[in-house]
């Protein structure tokens, strides 16, 4: 059976940072794009970033971009979101999806979330 499961959310200070992993079972993650979406209370979800399962693009949200970043360790069948330089606004549940096809909002396997808190 296809599963994602995200770890490694957490509470973090605003300027902090948190490393997410996302653990791929059922399939080969390097043969799928992999993205992260996010989502917060009362605001819809929304793509934070996606890397390519053809040429290992990578694609970013403004909101985050210069501070996020997307990585594959396809020995592991893990893909990571490294945060840095984080904000109230980072704040959210944040899931990791897959699909054979793309980087698209339409995703074929979610998982389940992993809760990111930035306070102080």
């Known amino acids: 059976q296809e599963q994602l499961v995200e770890s490694g959310g957490g509470l973090v200070q605003p300027g902090g940072s948190l490393r997410l992993s996302c653990a791929a079972s059922?399939?080969?993650?390097?043969?799928?794009?992999i993205a992260w979406f996010r989502q917060a209370p009362e605001k819809k979800r929304e793509a934070v970033s996606c890397?390519?399962?053809?040429?290992?693009?990578?694609f970013y949200a403004m909101s985050v971009k210069g501070r996020f970043t997307i990585s594959r360790d396809n020995a592991k069948n893990t893909v990571y979101l490294q945060m840095n330089s984080l904000k109230h606004e980072d704040t959210a549940v944040y899931y990791c999806?897959?699909?054979?096809?793309?980087?698209?909002?339409?995703?074929?396997?979610w998982g389940k979330g992993t809760l990111v808190t930035v306070s102080s």
């Open positions: 999806a897959a699909d054979p096809r793309s980087c698209r909002v339409d995703m074929g396997i």
């Open positions: 059922g399939f080969t993650s390097g043969d799928y794009a």
């Open positions: 890397i390519s399962n053809t040429d290992g693009s990578t």
